[in-house]
């Protein structure tokens, strides 16, 4: 299994869970994180620091998309295992559903 980042994350982008992860394996987009399912050791510590419950375990239903997203632009995106601050406008984007829309798929910074 593996932990996934979901579509909360999209414009939220807290990036308080990255320097938690014991294996970096955080990736950074423009505008969410992702996790690379296959560098993810499943230990969980980062599923608690997320404000706004972006990050879940695989075994929970509907994350489909999600796993494939992660899966897809953590081989795309650059490494982040240090947080920085989140975008200005974050506090907006908090608990908006349906976020996917607003996915870009442009790289971040990374580290
Ligand atoms: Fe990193 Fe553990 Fe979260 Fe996986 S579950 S992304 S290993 S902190
Ligand atoms: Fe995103 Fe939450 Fe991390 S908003 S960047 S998954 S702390």
Same mark, same amino acid.
Do not use: Q
């Given at each position: 299994?593996? %932990? /996934?980042?979901?579509?909360?994350?999209?414009?939220?982008?807290?990036?308080? @869970?990255?320097?938690?992860?014991?294996?970096? @394996? #955080? %990736?950074?987009?423009?505008?969410?994180?992702?996790?690379?399912?296959?560098?993810?050791?499943? @230990?969980?510590?980062? $599923?608690?620091?997320?404000? /706004? $419950?972006?990050?879940?375990?695989?075994?929970?239903?509907?994350?489909?998309?999600?796993?494939?997203?992660?899966?897809? %632009?953590?081989?795309?995106?650059?490494?982040?295992?240090?947080?920085?601050?989140?975008?200005?406008?974050?506090? $907006?984007?908090?608990?908006?559903?349906?976020?996917?829309?607003? #996915?870009?798929?442009?790289?971040?910074?990374?580290?």
């Amino acid at each position: 299994m593996t %932990y /996934v980042v979901n579509d909360s994350c999209i414009k939220c982008k807290l990036m308080d @869970c990255v320097s938690v992860c014991p294996v970096d @394996c #955080f %990736y950074e987009g423009k505008n969410m994180l992702v996790i690379h399912p296959d560098e993810c050791i499943d @230990c969980g510590v980062c $599923e608690p620091e997320c404000p /706004v $419950e972006a990050i879940k375990p695989d075994t929970e239903p509907g994350l489909e998309e999600f796993l494939k997203l992660n899966a897809e %632009y953590a081989k795309a995106w650059p490494n982040i295992t240090v947080k920085r601050d989140p975008p200005p406008d974050h506090k $907006e984007w908090e608990g908006k559903p349906d976020k996917l829309k607003l #996915f870009d798929p442009e790289p971040g910074e990374g580290d």
